[in-house]
């Protein structure tokens, strides 16, 4: 079974809106990361968040870890038609493994 | 300019055709990874290598196997294609074994199409 399971698995917003994608995992980790996959491309690093963090912010992305809870939630603010991709949560176990979750699909109507 | 270039980045092929899927990486990354994607699914991890002498199985190896050739080249092999490896795979590199975090650097990936 997955590590890492984004929710929810598609969402459709307009252009302007924020979008809200979350991520929940089962064992410790060491950090986990967001990446960004444009349709048929590779993964683009986007933000990475330790296990002794929060919160981060880099530009319009806003991510958030609740290690408590076992749960992430990556915020894109004012989104706009090109941030249609998909969005991957990893994490990195201790012993630098990273694994995936099934992501989740944004589309943003313009 | 590509830094993870993989080749080629489409295939078609037969069943129990031996496929070799190749990468090569101009970042200076130690660690190479391979990835298969399937809708619905994610990433799942087939190898990965830390060094040219260090190859280590991921959660799905069977039926496939690899080579690090040197640091810049790590190719996948298939040994005799069957039709559920049809899927997109993706070759990572990370220099994360240089005291970083496991940041992974993607290629642009490979189409397998097993028929």
């Known amino acids: 079974s997955q590590q890492g399971e984004e929710d929810p698995q598609a969402l459709s917003i307009q252009e302007g809106e924020n979008a809200t994608m979350n991520c929940s995992y089962k064992t410790s980790i060491n950090n986990l990361q967001w990446y960004r996959q444009n349709s048929g491309r590779g993964l683009v690093h986007l933000i990475l968040?330790?296990?002794?963090?929060r919160e981060k912010h880099s530009g319009r992305l806003r991510v958030t870890l609740d290690t408590s809870k076992k749960s992430s939630s990556l915020l894109i603010t004012a989104s706009r038609a090109a941030d249609t991709a998909s969005y991957f949560c990893a994490t990195e176990l201790y012993g630098n493994k990273l694994v995936f979750g099934a992501g989740t699909i944004l589309r943003v109507k313009s | 300019d590509a830094d993870v270039t993989q080749t080629p980045r489409n295939r078609i092929t037969k069943t129990g055709k031996r496929i070799m899927l190749e990468c090569s990486q101009t970042?200076?990354?130690?660690?190479m990874y391979w990835y298969r994607q399937d809708p619905g699914l994610g990433l799942r991890l087939i190898y990965y290598s830390f060094d040219v002498k260090d190859i280590n199985k991921g959660e799905i190896s069977d039926g496939y196997s690899v080579s690090r050739q040197a640091q810049a080249k790590f190719s996948l092999s298939l040994e005799s294609a069957i039709p559920n490896q049809t899927a997109l795979y993706f070759c990572a590199t990370s220099d994360a074994g240089q005291g970083n975090n496991e940041k992974l650097f993607f290629g642009s990936g490979t189409q397998l199409s097993v028929l």
């Open positions: 968040i330790r296990s002794n963090e």
């Open positions: 970042k200076g990354h130690d660690r």
